[in-house]
């Protein structure tokens, strides 16, 4: 019996370090652009050992197992890709939202055992989820309303008693079932200015426009996959019911979305939709439409696991056609990372410090840095999450580039946000053009 307790004993340990080693292998060659082929393969062989031990009882549930789960994995980050076609009834399944909580665990886990110099890819993964979860579930951690203009104005009351963190996702969150609802009736219209929301929060207006976007391209995308001139109709009807549900001022916190649906929904669309975008609307929607595209990349399932940010930029380099695109892209990826890290600045540091941007580049950036601030301080507040990424300090040779990139601008975008909201609207900080 002893001997069977130690062999247990070591069984259980020796499978621990395993697990801490192939998943630290996984980290590092996703930071580093590498394919992490031989941690898989490690996993599969030992699997494959394990299983040999089965007999024809313990094959079958382990067979039983293996399905549900590589459906789970993939449903888990489908969803986190609003634009896929997995319904919402299946989203909203307990199993598949206690899931997403043991992978945030499991995460913890690994980001306590890793080395410094990893731990905080495990983070931005940790954030990822939590921002995830609180998005897509928002109606059912506030308790099932009716989402009528009532049931709305209950859940946001209930949100803003939530910490900071979670209520801006909770917020997005309901503006998209709020819209999807509005969908199952008819086709929206005036949906955030009926008079029966006039008294909304103002500090709930971005995010429910944002999540409403979201709701809204994900219904007309899939119209903009036909060719011209049904290509151009598809792209003025998402247009116009972008101005037409959404406030004075906030359109365009609508029309940003269509970046991010078309990169998930119809990646291969991208080029048309974009030329579509510049014949029959303005540099500054196409501007959006990029900005979009680029929050869409950071979300996307591939570059889910931890350290892939670096291939995120790759890929925008690769597939914008020109600058204005290229950096409004790296202005939406940088503004969606830092939303998602806001309470951990050593993730945004790790972006800015880890990769070799050029001063263009460095631009956009800070652009979508000091953009996500703005967002965080109109619906959030100057509180404690924003002052610890204001306060933080960088050592060695990051210093001066997060002075010169990260703090100035972002304090400057803070000190004028009021004016520059009076003047060109919340819109203004889901585009970039440069020099202006």
């Not at 971005?206 to 036909?226: D, F, K, Q, W, Y």
Request: net charge negative; aromatic share 8%; hydrophobic share 45%.
């Amino acid at each position: 019996m002893t001997d069977a307790i130690q062999s247990m004993m070591r069984f259980s340990w020796a499978m621990s370090l395993f697990g801490l080693r192939q998943a630290s292998q996984i980290a590092s060659s996703l930071a580093t652009m590498r394919s992490p082929r031989s941690a898989v393969t490690g996993f599969d062989a030992v699997s494959d050992v394990a299983r040999s031990q089965l007999d024809d009882q313990f094959v079958n549930a382990y067979r039983a197992g293996d399905r549900w789960q590589q459906m789970l994995i993939d449903t888990v980050f489908g969803v986190m890709d609003p634009a896929l076609e997995v319904s919402r009834s299946m989203a909203s399944q307990t199993v598949l939202r206690g899931s997403l909580t043991v992978l945030r665990q499991s995460a913890g886990i690994l980001e306590a055992a890793m080395p410094v110099e990893r731990r905080w890819a495990w983070r931005e993964l940790r954030n990822k989820l939590e921002a995830f979860e609180g998005f897509q579930y928002a109606d059912h951690i506030l308790g099932f309303r009716d989402l009528d203009a009532d049931g709305l104005r209950a859940q946001l009351n209930q949100a803003s008693s939530s910490n900071p963190y979670l209520r801006l996702w909770l917020t997005e969150g309901l503006g998209f079932a709020f819209t999807e609802a509005a969908w199952d009736v008819d086709e929206p219209y005036d949906l955030l200015c009926q008079k029966a929301l006039e008294t909304l929060p103002v500090e709930s207006l971005i995010p429910l426009h944002t999540g409403m976007g979201l709701s809204l391209a994900r219904r007309v995308v899939p119209e903009m996959s036909a060719d011209d001139p049904a290509l151009e109709t598809a792209v003025k009807r998402f247009a116009e019911l972008c101005e037409h549900n959404s406030r004075p001022g906030f359109a365009m916190a609508s029309f940003e979305a269509v970046g991010l649906i078309t990169r998930q929904l119809a990646p291969d669309k991208v080029s048309q939709i974009d030329a579509a975008i510049t014949r029959c609307q303005s540099v500054d929607q196409r501007a959006a439409f990029w900005h979009g595209l680029g929050r869409g990349l950071y979300f996307v399932a591939t570059q889910a696991w931890p350290g892939s940010t670096g291939r995120a930029v790759e890929k925008l380099r690769q597939e914008t056609p020109d600058d204005e695109a290229r950096w409004n892209g790296l202005a939406g990826l940088a503004w969606a990372l830092t939303l998602v890290n806001l309470r951990q600045p050593e993730v945004i540091e790790s972006f800015v410090g880890g990769h070799d941007f050029a001063a263009d580049e460095f631009d956009a950036i800070s652009n979508g840095v000091s953009s996500a601030a703005v967002l965080w301080a109109e619906t959030v507040g100057e509180e404690s999450t924003l002052k610890t990424l204001r306060d933080h300090q960088p050592k060695g040779l990051v210093e001066m580039l997060w002075e010169r990139t990260i703090r100035q601008p972002m304090t400057a975008a803070l000190d004028s946000w009021g004016d520059v909201k009076k003047t060109s609207g919340p819109g203004e900080i889901f585009y970039y053009r440069r020099g202006v």
